[in-house]
């Protein structure tokens, strides 16, 4: 076990490592300056911005000097736009407010996703299965904007039930949070349906109930186990991607989370934020992953392969 | 252990490939036609629990950190056209972080909100020699820091020398060189060699008393006394987040966050929350305490204008510092159809206008120019595009801005003449040109839509083709700056009231000079109106060099004369002034008085 999950941390480590370099080359090879503004200061006063911000040694220098900068100090300094703030400020204020809606979200899809799902399990084959099946091809073709755009018009515009954007109350959450859940309650849904489906069909669950188990007991004790390895295994990587995922959701919703702060960060070109956010995404990304692979190793031993 | 059906197996192994395995999963759930026993809700939930629980504790601490805290009844919220970027004064150059500068710190001048005239602020009174060039500022004992202690000549050295050091980075650096020895002083450091700051033409005689010596007579300069650059900065409070074994420019830019910052003007910073909103509660020690009347000042910004102005309309903010483009036409309709009063739009002193690329064959010929130029319909733009009470331009300097300075007569439109300047320039009917390149940055819709409608009035009338370019705005800054264009949309806001502020970005050596344009008879007049101290001599002079800009040289065509605005309701918000600077000055917001109660309620 300890190989195991040694192992996987120094793969994940090689796995942040080529997403540093990748993202950071390919700033590089955007086009734009991120000093030259609408009013031009004198050529000493863009050489020192350079330096501090160390682009006036070449791009590998740049590479070098900023993944020192991480492993040394945990950060990558000041940013280039907000310049009172060091990137892991801007993170840590802009975070929570991606968590939390991501949280929300998450929570949404996962009661109605499971519940729908068994419905649909239940009943299998008659009109709530097919209205399930239609439902979650929909939430999984249809992408966040036009999801987002359409609980908007409804919602806020046309009925005026809730507010159209911003952040601070309970009532400006729903929208945006309704709008990121839909892709993982329609996975979750199909996920757990199938899963329920699938353990209830199997040998063994024929063989509880061959020893006489009641079927309430065969459900909690051998069908459910089962049939939410693959919901809890689902949990890991959506809560990363819900994270990642919820850019759009917070551009059209007009919530000051990470997304917004990182679109704006590419467009500005300003280095150190967009490296910073891309590295905390990546951990994220890896940790969940990493850790619902130990808790899947820990459940089934025969993954430690 | 029961095994885990082969499928399930699949999804455990690559969580990262979900896609297949949901696929995998569907199929197997569907081809199932045995049947199972229905699934027990309640068990199901119990599963869920521990996942549901953690999200839901997650989410809502974090909702809770994120939150901003309820604001009170009694607080006024003005929302600003952008994030603030620094709130270091020697740093800034966007004008909302200058405008939040203006509440937090004052300089020895501060502006009348009406006329833009410079008044005393921390100095008491001036005195200025005959020949213009040495100020003698009168520095007033209770002028304090908003730490209590006393604002001297000391804290006004400490900022202006630390401005000047390269390393700073001072975006408007080059406002100071007007002081005598500036520009040599900073010109050595960035050279790396060695300088003193007592070649600087600034001396402090006594703790408040502060002497200035200009290299020429400045006109601007006691306004100039009111903008960021030249405000005092406290160098106790900064010294913690000296950075060691660096240059005096180098302070932890946490230094500007509270509750380190420490101000001397009107308000003092009690919160700051990343791209959300700034606090600003009035300043005890302040010299001119009783001007301040609004109690707590939230200074708010939101990701688009739309919705800035939805919370506008909800209550949520009080002051709209700018009319969102996309609903001006229809709020200015409905104010002159008297069905709102909330609306305070006016020209302001900045101009939309299209640079030249002069560096290059063949728009290096003004005649070109000038054709460009006559062929436009600038009032069909403004009426049919716009649709905004906009003043369409045919100077450089917005007309009537500046008291005494009178604006030359431009060229008006012109189709034949344009056509006999194409012959003369020896491209009859555009033949022979080549197809330029036409810039403009994406942002604004309205951009590149005139673009369109200027693109086809040269072709029509002109025979001129042009290929229009939009790119992001870095994108586009660097290609501009780079002369990497033909003909290029700019725009551009005074920085003082002074014509000097447009005319000098077509002097030789500008880095704002971005056309390319250098004629030494410009440079002359120029060179001569900034050592005339006689203010309706210098006048002439630079009516003279916009004159020749506008009618002969024409290195870039202006088009229209920016209109900005401000939304609050006039019955319940007072001391905003409108000037053509959008300069709002904080220090006076306040509500009106029997409004208070009114605001209460909606507060509530």
């Keep these: ?187 979750l849904a199909r996920l757990s349906r199938a899963s329920a489906l699938d353990v209830i069909s199997s040998d063994f669950i024929r063989t509880a109930r061959a020893k006489g188990l009641s079927p309430m007991k065969v459900i909690a004790g051998h069908v459910l186990p089962n049939a939410s390895i693959p919901v809890l295994a689902f949990l890991g990587p959506a809560t990363a991607s819900v994270l990642t995922g919820s850019f759009i959701v917070e551009k059209i919703f007009a919530i000051p989370g990470l997304g917004e702060v990182f679109v704006n960060a590419c467009l500005d070109k300003d280095i150190p934020l967009v490296l910073g956010i891309v590295l905390v995404y990546t951990v994220l990304l890896v940790l969940m992953n990493l850790l619902v692979d130990i808790a899947c190793a820990f459940a089934d031993p025969r993954i430690r392969l | 252990m029961p095994m885990a059906p082969m499928e399930t197996r699949h999804a455990i192994k690559s969580p990262f490939r979900l896609e297949r395995c949901r696929i995998e999963l569907l199929g197997h759930g569907l081809n199932c036609r045995k049947r199972g026993n229905g699934v027990s809700l309640s068990a199901m939930r119990q599963t869920l629990l521990i996942p549901s629980l953690v999200l839901l504790i997650v989410g809502s601490i974090c909702f809770y950190v994120s939150t901003p805290h309820r604001q009170g009844a009694d607080a006024i919220s003005f929302c600003e056209a952008g994030q603030i970027h620094t709130l270091d004064p020697d740093k800034m150059t966007w004008m909302q972080d200058i405008r939040v500068a203006t509440g937090l710190w004052e300089g020895l001048a501060q502006l009348n909100p009406k006329t833009l005239q410079p008044v005393p602020g921390v100095a008491k009174s001036w005195k200025i020699s005959h020949d213009g060039l040495r100020y003698t500022f009168n520095l007033r004992h209770n002028a304090r820091w908003s730490n209590g202690r006393s604002v001297t000549t000391a804290d006004f050295l400490f900022a202006w020398k630390r401005i000047l050091q390269p390393s700073t980075a001072g975006g408007y650096v080059t406002m100071l060189f007007h002081i005598a020895g500036a520009k040599d002083y900073f010109n050595s450091l960035a050279a790396g060699r060695h300088a003193a700051f007592g070649s600087v033409g600034i001396q402090a005689p006594t703790p408040y008393k502060l002497v200035v010596t200009l290299t020429h007579p400045c006109a601007y300069f006691l306004s100039l006394m009111a903008f960021p650059p030249f405000f005092p900065l406290n160098p106790d409070a900064m010294a913690k987040f000296r950075s060691h074994g660096q240059s005096p420019a180098h302070y932890n830019p946490r230094w500007t966050r509270p509750p380190y910052l420490v101000s001397d003007g009107p308000y003092y910073l009690a919160a700051w929350k990343f791209h959300q909103y700034l606090e600003l509660r009035p300043n005890k020690y302040y010299w001119d305490r009783q001007a301040v009347k609004c109690p707590v000042l939230y200074v708010r910004n939101f990701p688009d204008s739309q919705s800035a102005f939805l919370a506008y309309q909800s209550g949520a903010v009080n002051v709209l510092s700018f009319v969102p483009t996309l609903f001006a036409p229809a709020l200015l309709r409905q104010q002159r159809q008297h069905l709102r009063d909330d609306v305070h739009y006016r020209q302001v002193f900045g101009s939309y206008y299209y640079n030249i690329n002069c560096r290059h064959k063949p728009l290096n010929n003004p005649l070109i120019r000038r054709a460009l130029d006559m062929a436009i319909d600038k009032r069909a733009i403004v009426k049919h595009i716009l649709r905004l009470p906009d003043r369409t331009l045919e100077v450089l300097v917005p007309p009537d801005s500046i008291p005494g300075y009178v604006s030359p007569r431009g060229l008006a439109m012109n189709i034949p003449a344009a056509r006999k300047l194409l012959i003369k320039a020896g491209y009859p009917g555009g033949r022979g040109l080549p197809v330029f390149k036409f810039l403009t940055n994406s942002g604004a819709a309205i951009n590149i839509r005139i673009a369109q409608a200027i693109a086809e009035m040269w072709r029509q009338n002109l025979g001129v083709r042009v290929n229009i370019h939009q790119e992001e705005s870095k994108i586009f800054n660097q290609d501009v700056v780079q002369g990497n264009y033909d003909i290029a949309r700019a725009g551009w806001y005074g920085d003082y009231m002074d014509p000097t502020t447009w005319l000098d970005l077509y002097r030789t050596g500008n880095p704002n000079n971005l056309t390319g344009f250098s004629n030494p008879r410009l440079n002359a007049l120029l060179h001569a109106a900034s050592r005339q101290a006689d203010v309706a001599r210098r006048f002439a002079l630079l009516h003279q060099a916009e004159k020749l800009l506008v009618t002969r040289w024409m290195p870039s065509i202006p088009l229209f004369q920016y209109s900005d605005g401000l939304m609050y309701n006039p019955r319940r918000i007072g001391g905003i002034s409108t000037n053509v600077r959008m300069i709002t000055l904080l220090k006076y917001i306040h509500w009106i008085h029997h409004a208070v109660p009114q605001a209460a309620e909606a507060g509530r």
Aim: hydrophobic share 55%; charged share 10%.
């Design chain 1, 1 to 187: 076990m300890k190989k195991f999950i040694f192992s996987r941390l120094l793969q994940s480590v090689v796995v942040v490592w080529i997403v540093y370099t990748v993202t950071f080359w390919l700033l590089m090879a955007t086009p734009g300056d991120p000093f030259i503004g609408k009013k031009q200061p004198p050529p000493a006063v863009l050489a020192a911005l350079r330096r501090d911000y160390h682009l006036n040694q070449g791009d590998f220098h740049a590479y070098l000097a900023y993944g020192w900068q991480i492993l040394a100090h945990g950060d990558f300094g000041p940013t280039i736009s907000y310049a009172n703030w060091t990137v892991l400020d801007v993170i840590r204020n802009s975070l929570p407010v991606s968590v939390a809606l991501g949280a929300m979200a998450l929570l949404i899809a996962l009661w109605l996703g499971v519940a729908a799902g068994v419905l649909g399990a239940v009943y299998r084959g008659r009109w709530p299965d097919v209205a399930l099946a239609v439902g979650t091809l929909l939430g999984i073709s249809l992408p966040t904007f036009v999801i987002g755009s359409g609980l908007l018009m409804l919602f806020a515009v046309e009925t005026s039930l809730l507010p159209s954007g911003g952040w601070g109350s309970i009532e400006q959450l729903i929208l945006p949070a309704c709008t990121l859940s839909v892709l993982f309650l329609a996975y």
